[in-house]
């Protein structure tokens, strides 16, 4: 089973989740910007992040086997706050990076006036820079939430079609799927949708445009739960090609709107046995090989 996880936030993740994962058959994977808990108190710590997603996490994935890539945005939370707002004035220079394949994650956390005028402007930077958007969408007032978000979509530059609406569930999925959008769905160990209920949402929606993520971060969440929803699919009685369509060929199809994958990663290093000529490859000077020389 090949898979691509389209959402989770390797950052807040170990070498262990890395190594599980590649097990698990994950072979690719977005990362895309988020709230770090601890609120930021000024843009400088958003490009410090940003070079991390661009440049650190893609070198530590890759040591696994793992293709990442990268979502970059002001996430809704701290739209909030005027402190971090200006980081919308330097997201140009970041959105023309290579592995930058999403803009994102933008949408509502609390729906403030706030986060209209960052969503819209964001919307309109992925329109600006030929990128797709991953859309949040609230975990409080779904539904409210939802049809708030589309009417700002309905008024963007970005098409439907190159918009990925994520934490969608059962009382989302229907007008998300008739607004034309892709469908998002972030499985969690015991909150939101499990995977039971998405392998019950994908018998009654099909399969068309519709990706799974595991949304891991620092909370409580399992890095494998797109391996989990692949296996109950397969028990409920969803072919080979029909798990493949939504853990892998879908999120290629979305995210290749970017015209940015590159999913040719070298299978992980083995303790000891560095890549590269001449000793194991560096990242700004830091190596993060362990056991070898
Ligand atoms: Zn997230």
């Known amino acids: 089973m090949r898979i691509f996880d389209p959402h989770i936030h390797m950052t807040s993740r170990t070498t262990d989740d890395y190594e599980a994962m590649y097990a698990a058959g994950v072979r690719a994977l977005v990362e895309p910007s988020f709230w770090l808990g601890q609120p930021r108190t000024s843009p400088a710590s958003f490009f410090d ?84 958007a991953l859309v949040h969408t609230p975990h409080r007032d779904k539904l409210a939430g939802l049809h708030r978000t589309l009417d700002v979509l309905r008024e963007s530059a970005l098409p439907p079609d190159r918009v990925l609406l994520d934490h969608l569930n059962e009382t989302t999925v229907k007008p998300a799927a008739d607004s034309g959008c892709w469908l998002g769905f972030s499985v969690y160990p015991d909150t939101k949708m499990d995977e039971d209920r998405v392998v019950a949402v994908l018998k009654t929606h099909g399969l068309a445009r519709t990706l799974v993520n595991s949304a891991a971060d620092w909370g409580r969440s399992d890095p494998l739960k797109t391996r989990r929803v692949g296996d109950a699919m397969l028990a409920a009685g969803f072919a080979d090609a029909d798990v493949d369509q939504v853990l892998w060929r879908n999120p ?22 560095p890549r590269g000529v001449g000793g194991p490859p560096l990242h700004e000077g830091n190596s993060i090989l362990r056991g070898g020389e």
């Open 252 to 273: 290629v199809e979305f995210y290749g709107l970017s015209g940015r994958l590159r999913l040719a990663v070298p299978p992980p290093q083995a303790p000891g046995d």
């Open 49 to 132: 992040y940003f070079d991390a997603l661009l440049g650190w996490e893609p070198f530590r994935a890759a040591q696994h086997g793992i293709a990442h890539h990268c979502a970059l945005a002001l996430n809704p939370k701290e739209a909030n706050d005027p402190r971090c707002t200006p980081v919308l004035d330097a997201l140009p220079r970041y959105l023309v990076k290579d592995s930058a394949v999403a803009v994102g994650e933008i949408g509502y956390d609390s729906m403030t006036p706030a986060e209209d005028t960052a969503l819209a402007a964001q919307l309109q930077l992925a329109a600006d820079h030929g990128l797709p």
